[in-house]
């Protein structure tokens, strides 16, 4: 049984499309045969609940594995002493010891300053279960010396350490239930780099390495030579690069997927890359090849950086599973998306002011949360249309959503491959979009499958939506063809096969 590794720094509970696609990579894998597995390599101490929770939802299949580096090390140190109370035990009681107690305004009393003998000793911070979320310790000039940061359990998992201002953090250490430290990284004053990481053991081995990237790959190598051989990595985040180079055991195969468009904003030169991308592409051959979503984006990159060679196209993949039978909510629209300046919501608000002048009645739903959120919600008053447009937050059932609307509206500045759309043409939900690079007019190829529009003309993209609010025929007709045309062409089992033409 091969085994494929796919890298990312973190992955929330709240998954974006990149994270979805690789929950979807992993499930696929997994049933081909494959050992599967995500890897993150941020300090959060919650992934089994991160992992049960997709697993709930029915996103990650049983068989595939979510590792994290920290939780790896905690495991690899030895099992906690279940007699041992860490240091830091008793400090989620409200009350301590020779101390006067004082709720913090603006914390709706979940926040509370601790003094002794006149001086300010302590601060805790309680979430709005009632755990303690964490505690900052003080000097007698009143500066912040430390950090303990608690899990929902109760229990201490990371100790932070700051500089003589209080301001900069100078070294973590990383806590087990006992308070055994398995890891611990220092970080520089000027530039807050790592520059040392050492990890610990109960036996009494201590491993040191100069810096997180020669940390992470000594770990990645590990895992690579821990099982059969030509184990595969996908680094799925961009910062990959620093590390697979580095994995050569067992003769791994090591790949960097772009997940986006890799031109830097504004979109107005085609020649200038963002860096994070340009380093991954100049070190392109430091690996075993590039992965990206469409033949567009790998003839560009062929064009500028002459890597066409090993540069593959291996689309998303995505089930053939039933649309789901949701009633259609009349004359709606909507868009499921980041609500960040790369969608360019705006641009669908202002369309739909023209939208609504010849139906009124029409209904525009845009799911997601992010940074743009107050911007829109300006964007919508200032175009009167409080009643016809409504940002609904964050939602698990993106799919649904888009079932029950009669389009999906995307009007986003670049993307890199579009999952919205395509998961849209699978509800038989038409797409009106831009043509921008990359992505929607693969998924879209024609206008028998939706519209996708060249240009950024508002009046145009209302008149097509128009046409699909007006018309439940079209609709039905339209959205049948957008389906099967993205499951003949991104299907699992079609994908699949590029992967193994691509791996064997």
């Known amino acids: 049984m091969r085994e494929i590794y796919m890298l990312i720094h973190q992955i929330g509970t709240q998954a974006g499309g990149m994270t979805l696609s690789m929950m979807t990579r992993a499930n696929l894998f997994a049933a081909n045969g494959w050992r599967a597995a995500l890897v993150t390599t941020d300090p959060r101490r919650d992934y089994r609940e991160v992992e049960a929770e997709y697993r709930r939802l029915g996103l990650l299949r049983p068989d595939a594995r979510l590792l994290n580096i920290f939780e790896h090390h905690r495991q690899q140190a030895g099992a906690a002493d279940p007699d041992v109370r860490g240091e830091f035990a ?3 009681r409200t009350d301590e ?3 006067l107690r004082a709720v913090s305004a603006g914390t709706d009393g ?3 300053r601790y003094f002794e003998g006149g001086r300010y000793r302590m601060y805790k911070q309680w979430r709005a279960d009632g755990s303690l979320e964490f505690v900052d310790f003080f000097d007698d000039a009143h500066r912040r010396t430390r950090r303990v940061e608690f899990t929902t359990g109760d229990e201490a998992r990371r100790e932070l350490s700051y500089d003589p201002y209080g301001t900069i953090v100078v070294q973590d250490r990383f806590l087990d239930t006992d308070g055994f430290c398995y890891a611990m990284r220092w970080m520089g004053v000027k530039n807050r780099a790592v520059y040392k990481v050492l990890t610990f053991d109960r036996s009494g081995a201590v491993r040191e ?3 997180t990237t020669e940390w992470e790959t000594a770990w990645l190598d590990q895992l690579a030579a821990s099982g059969p051989a030509r184990p595969v990595f996908i680094g799925d985040g961009i910062g990959g690069i620093a590390t697979l180079p580095g994995v050569r055991a067992n003769g791994a195969l090591r790949f960097m997927q772009i997940h986006n468009n890799h031109l830097a904003q504004p979109l107005v030169d085609r020649t200038t890359v963002q860096a994070d991308h340009d380093r991954v592409f100049r070190a392109a051959r430091s690996v075993d090849g590039i992965i990206v979503l469409t033949e567009r984006q790998r003839r560009d990159l062929h064009d500028m950086y002459g890597i066409g060679d090993i540069t593959h196209v291996i689309p998303h993949a995505f089930a053939d599973t039933p649309a789901l039978q949701e009633e259609r909510e009349p004359c709606t629209a909507v868009t499921v998306a980041r609500l960040s300046d790369q969608k360019a919501i705006d641009a669908g608000i202002r369309a739909f002011r023209h939208v609504v002048e010849e139906l ?5 739903r845009i799911y997601g949360t992010g940074e743009e959120r107050e911007k829109l919600a300006r964007v919508i008053e200032e175009q009167g249309l409080q009643g016809n447009v409504f940002l609904e937050g ?4 993106a799919t649904r959503q888009m079932a029950r609307a009669q389009v999906s509206v995307i009007t986003s500045a670049y ?3 579009c999952l919205s759309a395509a998961e849209s043409c699978l509800q038989e939900t038409p797409v009106v979009a831009f043509d921008v690079d990359y992505g929607p007019s693969d998924i879209v190829p024609g206008d ?7 240009g950024r003309d508002e009046r145009t993209l209302a008149r097509e939506i128009v046409r699909y609010l007006s018309s439940d025929r079209l609709r039905r007709k339209v959205g049948a063809r957008a389906r099967q045309s993205v499951l003949e062409r991104f299907g699992e089992q079609a994908v699949f096969e590029r992967w193994n033409r691509l791996l064997a």
């Open 394 to 397: 964050f939602t698990r059932e």
């Open 110 to 112: 979940r926040g509370a």
């Open 448 to 454: 028998k499958q939706g519209s996708i529009l060249p």
């Open 90 to 92: 008793d400090l989620p």
């Open 415 to 417: 993307e890199g491959f």
């Open 360 to 364: 009124p009645q029409a209904v525009y």
């Open 209 to 211: 390495y100069g810096s």
């Open 97 to 99: 010891p020779g101390m």
